[in-house]
């Protein structure tokens, strides 16, 4: 089995930052893919970033300059860099990832974490 937990939301007024923290546990091999993505009140799942295996991090064009994805792949973590956050970007955030587990090597599987909560004030 493995758990994907997300972390780092909250309650920020435009402007503000928030560092968004997943962290991957149980049978991880290793981890592929990992991404963020939003679902905004009322509206779909969109992706925000990526942070590919081979290091490509292609964002959304809304928030590049603005957001940093990184991971650490020694810790099984992803985080999301979220500076002069906009009131639009208020959603739930959900981690992504591509995991090859240690029960089954040369296959991977798609896991979703169960989000976190961003509100950006006006």
């Known amino acids: 089995q493995v758990q994907l937990v997300e972390s780092g939301g909250g309650l920020v007024q435009a402007g503000g930052s928030l560092r968004l923290t997943c962290t991957a546990s149980?049978?991880?091999?290793?981890?592929?893919?990992m991404a963020w993505f939003r679902h905004a009140p009322g509206g779909q799942r969109e992706q925000v970033a990526i942070?590919?295996?081979?290091?490509?991090?292609p964002y959304a064009d809304s928030v590049k300059g603005r957001f940093t994805i990184s991971r650490d792949n020694a810790r099984h973590t992803v985080n999301l860099q979220m500076n002069s956050l906009k009131p639009e970007e208020t959603g739930v955030y959900y981690c992504?990832?591509?995991?090859?587990?240690?029960?089954?090597?040369?296959?991977?599987?798609?896991?979703w974490g169960q989000g976190t909560q961003v509100t950006v004030s006006a």
């Open positions: 992504n990832a591509y995991i090859v587990t240690t029960s089954s090597v040369q296959f991977e599987f798609d896991f």
């Open positions: 149980g049978n991880v091999h290793s981890i592929n893919h």
């Open positions: 942070i590919a295996a081979d290091g490509d991090t």
